[in-house]
């Protein structure tokens, strides 16, 4: 067989072989050619998924596999609860229903519970990248997954002009509540929404104080 490396994945699927076992190269494969951005918005990171998976674990589970490939490269992330900001770059090899397997092994543990929101994102694989104008941009957090803009490149990145906008897109205010003689709500943050309090949320905001109508 050709094209064939000693781990027995075809060379061809973007692989590289380190010490036996096939890994894709920090810079990705190129696979989605060349990415740019002249006019306009382009938003990228569209499939992505809350996510569990344990630390030494060769796969990890998505419950939105919908997007999801072999050949790909995901960003993980913790991104509220224990161990909030953890994250690693990681190359999917299978997709079998909800289960993503991995070329090697996790780094980090990742949770998805009702305190804690991890998430896996396909990062773009471009050949190279360049953007003179325009906007560039990610879907903003929505509570289980969002707020993260990354791709990888084998080649140069090249910002020459536009924006890399993800203002707003992150962690979220709390609705307004309309009511007299009462502190505000805080923002959210890693460890949550929050609640009504005018201390500090962790990183996210505290509310307003008692004065007048919160509206």
């Known amino acids: 067989v050709t094209g064939v490396q000693t781990c027995a994945l075809p060379i061809s699927a973007g692989l590289i072989c380190a010490s036996g076992t096939c890994i894709l190269p920090v810079t990705g494969a190129g696979s989605d050619g060349v990415g ?23 796969s990890v589970t998505v419950s939105a596999p919908a997007g999801f490939a072999a050949g790909q490269m995901v960003f993980l992330h913790q991104t509220q609860g224990a161990g909030a900001g953890l994250w690693e770059v990681a190359a999917v090899t299978a997709v079998t ?5 991995l070329a090697t092994p996790l780094a980090n543990g990742y949770a998805t519970d009702t305190v804690n929101r991890a998430q896996a994102v396909v990062m773009p694989q471009y050949s190279a990248f360049t953007q003179t104008g ?32 993800m203002s707003g897109r992150g962690f979220r205010g709390h609705p307004l509540v309309s009511a007299a003689n009462r502190a505000g709500e805080q923002g959210e943050g890693v460890g949550g929404y929050g609640g009504q309090s005018t201390a500090s949320n962790g990183n996210g905001g505290g509310g307003g104080g008692r004065t007048g109508c919160e509206c």
């Open 97 to 101: 229903g909800g289960t993503l397997t």
């Open 134 to 165: 325009g906007t560039l941009t990610a879907p903003a957090w929505n509570g289980s997954t969002g707020g993260i803009l990354a791709f990888v490149a084998v080649g140069a990145v090249t910002l020459s002009g536009g924006t890399v906008e």
């Open 36 to 58: 740019g951005v002249s006019t306009g918005v382009t938003s990228i990171n569209a499939v992505r998924s809350p996510l569990v998976g344990m630390a030494g674990a060769t």
